[in-house]
C-alpha cells in the first residue's frame, strides 16, 4: 500500500453501512479535511437504507460534504443487519466501486465492530483496496465494542459541535435510540481528544492497521 500526506489528498471514499453510520464516525473528520482542502473530491456510499432513512441519508451527506469539489453520494437497499447474507451481491458491488474511484483515502468501519453488517464493510474494503490508506472509524453502541486506536485527528470544538448538530438535526428516525445523543457524541471525541493530547480538547480516532512511512 502507498503512504500518503494530509495535504496532498484529493479522493476520498467515505463507506457506511447504514443512514449516519460515515457522519458518527468520521464526520468531523471529513468536515475538517474540507475547511483545509475545500475542493476535495469524495464519494460517499451507504449501502442501507430504505424510505425516510435513505432520504435522512442523502440530505446529511449533501451538508457535510459542502464544500466539496466532485462529490457523489449514492444509497444502496440492501438488507439492514443481513450483510453476511447477502455477502456475494455486496462482494460485486464491492467490485464496481473499485472501477469508479481510486482514491487517496478510505474511511470504512472497525473490523472488530460487533455489528455484523459493519464487519463485512470493513473485511470488503480491504479485500478491495490493497494500494490505498484505510482509516477505521468507531461507532459507540450498545455491544460496548470500543478498541484501541492507534491514529488520531485532532478537531476543534466548532467542528465537533457542528457535527454533533448535524447529525442530530438530520436522524430524527434515531431520537428514539437511548444513545444516540449529543452527549454521548461529544464525550467520546472529548476521550480521544485526551488520549492523542489534543491542544483543542477534542479527536476522532481511528484504526491504521498498514501505513507507509
Known sequence: MRGVKFERVSKVLCLGAHADDIEIGCGGTILRLLSERPGLSILWVVFSAHGSRATEAKRSARCFLKGA?????IVKDFRESFFPFRGEAIKEYFEELKG????????THYREDRHQ????LSDLTWN????????????????????????YVPLEEEICRRKIEQVCRFFQTQNNKHWFTADTFLALMRLRGIECASRTKYAEAFYARKLVL
Open 69 to 73: 469539489g466532485r462529490q457523489k453520494v
Open 128 to 151: 478491495t483496496f490493497r494500494d490505498h490508506v484505510i482509516l477505521e472509524y468507531e461507532i459507540p453502541k450498545y455491544d460496548g465494542d470500543l478498541g484501541n486506536p492507534n491514529f
Open 100 to 107: 469508479m474511484v481510486q482514491p487517496d483515502l478510505v474511511f
Open 117 to 120: 453488517d459493519h464487519r463485512l
